[in-house]
Structure formats: structure tokens, C-alpha cells
């Protein structure tokens, strides 16, 4: 009972970073054309054992020091870290779109897969040396990534709903993602 209870719980954290950074993302500024939107297919990975596109040297570098990672994120987004009940939680924000989230923990986060079954699948997926599960979930909007470090567990989170500029971000951060 206790560890349904706790898996629960880690979702709905989850869950809630992710509007959290959806939310902290929004901006006053006029909504974009739908020529300018950005489809939601670029925050997909390609299937495994195709490499990632690199994030750019121009990227700025973000290294958390509590959380033991670093990672490339767009120029002139924001990154703030702060103190989850878990562990760190970055929030990288956008000046537009949905942000992406890295929460790190001690705890194993629930499979997704096995406790609610998403309509875009989940796959095996190795970045940074690291083994881990990437999970399209088309009825949250919402594209996750779990990776099983040392003694730790990261993941890695969008929304599917608010894209981010700029196009395949998301795949870019995950691609430069490190163990510190």
C-alpha cells in the first residue's frame, strides 16, 4: 500500500512541476500565429541508437552542483534551481512555451508505462551514459524522460502542449545532458 501511495504521490509531483514551469513560462505577450507554432513533433527522440542533435557550443552551460549533473539550455532562457521535497529541481524557462523540468531524487520514479499506459509509448533510451526510459504521454501533452544515475534518479520533463522555442529544444537539453 505504502509504495502504490508513493508512486502515486511522485506522478502527481511530477505533474505538478511540469504546469508549474508551464505556468512560470507564460508571458503577457501577444500569441504567436499558427504559422509560427512549433509542431509538438519536435520533442520527440529519434528511435533508439540514433544519436541526438547535439545542443550548440553557444548554448549556455547549467551545472548543479546538489543535483551532480550539467546540461546545455537556449540562450536567453532562465534556469532556477531550487529545493524539492525529493532533491533539486531546475526549471528551465523560456521566454516562451512551455519550460522543461529536471527533478532529481533518491527515490525511483514510478514506471509510467506500467502505471498508467500512455497513448505515445514509452522507449529505452541511453544518454550520457546513462540507461533510461523516454515516455510520450498524448492525453497529458506531456514528454518525459527518466535516466538512473548513481544512488539517483533524473527526469527530465516538457509539455507537449506549449512547444518551446527554439524547435527540438527539448531534445537538445536531454542530448547534453551529464553527470557532473
Known amino acids: 500500500m505504502e509504495a502504490v501511495l508513493t508512486k502515486l504521490l511522485t506522478r502527481a509531483a511530477l505533474l505538478g512541476l511540469v504546469l508549474v514551469a508551464v505556468g512560470c513560462s507564460r508571458t503577457s505577450e501577444p500569441a504567436r500565429d499558427a504559422s509560427s507554432t512549433v509542431p509538438t513533433t519536435s520533442s520527440t527522440l529519434p528511435s533508439p541508437g540514433s ?10 552551460v547549467f551545472t548543479s552542483v546538489a543535483g551532480g549533473y550539467r546540461l546545455r539550455y537556449p540562450p536567453g532562457w532562465r534556469a532556477k534551481e531550487s529545493t524539492g521535497s525529493g532533491g533539486p529541481v531546475l526549471s528551465l524557462l523560456p521566454p516562451r512555451g512551455a519550460g522543461i523540468t529536471v527533478l532529481v531524487t533518491s527515490t525511483a520514479p514510478p514506471d509510467p508505462g506500467a502505471t498508467n499506459p500512455s497513448p505515445g509509448g ?12 523516454w515516455c510520450q504521454d498524448t492525453t497529458a501533452m506531456v ?4 535516466l538512473q544515475g548513481r544512488e539517483r534518479w533524473y527526469v527530465l520533463t516538457t509539455s507537449l502542449q506549449q512547444p518551446a522555442a527554439p524547435a527540438g529544444a527539448y531534445d537538445r537539453v536531454l542530448a547534453s545532458f551529464r553527470l557532473s
Do not use: M
Open 51 to 60: 544519436s541526438l542533435d547535439p545542443a550548440p557550443s553557444s548554448w549556455q
Open 143 to 146: 514528454v518525459s524522460t527518466t
Open 122 to 133: 514509452c522507449r529505452p533510451v541511453r544518454v550520457g551514459g546513462l540507461e533510461g526510459s
